[in-house]
T-cell receptor
Framework: KAGVTQTPRYLIKTRGQQVTLSCSPISGHRSVSWYQQTPGQGLQFLFE???????NKGNFPGRFSGRQFSNSRSEMNVSTLELGDSALYLCASSDRGGGYGYTFGSGTRLTVV | QQQVKQSPQSLIVQKGGISIINCAYENTAFDYFPWYQQFPGKGPALLIAIRPDVSEKKEGRFTISFNKSAKQFSLHIMDSQPGDSATYFCAASKGGGADGLTFGKGTHLIIQP
C-alpha cells in the first residue's frame, strides 16, 4: 500500500510570492489534514478536509488555504509569503479524520527568502 | 496557550534501559492521546494511542500509562535500542478532533550503544 505522497519535497520562494503544495493520501482515505512544523512552534494544525469539505481550520491567517479534490488529493496554498512561513508542511491522511490514525507524509520543506 | 506540555526536551538513555517521556494536558475534553515518532527527514509515524477509559496500553516494547485524575500520560520504551533514537511527540484531540491534534513540543531521544 503506497503511503502519503507530498510534492515537491523542497521549495524556495521569495517573500510576497505564493506557493501551492500537493498531497496524495493513502488509497481509500477520505480525510486529509495539514500541519506546519517549525523549531519554535512545533507541530500546528492548519486544516482538515473530508470528502472535499473543509471540516476544521486552525489558528492561521487567511493567506493559508486549501482544497480537496474528488479523488481525495489535496492542495494547500499560501499567498503573499512571509519569512515566518518557512517551515516543514506535513500532510496526514486517515480513513475517519479527526486526528485518529493519521499517516503522515514526509513533508514539503518551504524556505522563504 | 500550550495545551499539551511535554518533558523532557531531550533524553539520553543507555542501550537496554527504559526511556520515559511525560506529557500533561489541560483540556479535559481531550479524549484521544497518541504518540508519534519522527526520524530526520521523515514525517511523524503513529506509535501507539490510548483513550482515557484505559490506564495502560502496551504494544511490543512501547507502553502508554495514563492518569486521568492528574491529566498526565507517559510513554515508556523498554529495552531501548539505538534504532529508537528519534524525536517523540505526544498529542491529544477532543470530541471527533474538532481542532485536529494538539502536539507537545517533542522529546529528542538518544540511545547510546
Amino acid at each position: 500500500k503506497a503511503g502519503v505522497t507530498q510534492t515537491p519535497r523542497y521549495l524556495i520562494k521569495t517573500r510576497g510570492q505564493q506557493v501551492t503544495l500537493s498531497c496524495s493520501p493513502i488509497s481509500g482515505h477520505r480525510s486529509v489534514s495539514w500541519y506546519q512544523q517549525t523549531p519554535g512552534q512545533g507541530l500546528q494544525f492548519l486544516f482538515e478536509y473530508f470528502s472535499e469539505t473543509q471540516r476544521n481550520k486552525g489558528n492561521f491567517p487567511g493567506r493559508f488555504s486549501g482544497r480537496q479534490f474528488s479523488n481525495s488529493r489535496s492542495e494547500m496554498n499560501v499567498s503573499t509569503l512571509e519569512l515566518g512561513d518557512s517551515a516543514l508542511y506535513l500532510c496526514a491522511s486517515s480513513d475517519r479524520g479527526g486526528g485518529y490514525g493519521y499517516t503522515f507524509g514526509s513533508g514539503t520543506r518551504l524556505t522563504v527568502v | 496557550q500550550q495545551q499539551v506540555k511535554q518533558s523532557p526536551q531531550s533524553l539520553i538513555v543507555q542501550k537496554g534501559g527504559i526511556s520515559i517521556i511525560n506529557c500533561a494536558y489541560e483540556n479535559t475534553a481531550f479524549d484521544y492521546f497518541p504518540w508519534y515518532q519522527q526520524f530526520p527527514g521523515k514525517g511523524p509515524a503513529l506509535l501507539i494511542a490510548i483513550r482515557p477509559d484505559v490506564s495502560e496500553k502496551k504494544e511490543g516494547r512501547f507502553t502508554i500509562s495514563f492518569n486521568k485524575s492528574a491529566k498526565q500520560f507517559s510513554l515508556h520504551i523498554m529495552d531501548s535500542q539505538p534504532g529508537d533514537s528519534a524525536t517523540y511527540f505526544c498529542a491529544a484531540s477532543k470530541g471527533g478532533g474538532a481542532d485536529g491534534l494538539t502536539f507537545g513540543k517533542g522529546t529528542h531521544l538518544i540511545i547510546q550503544p
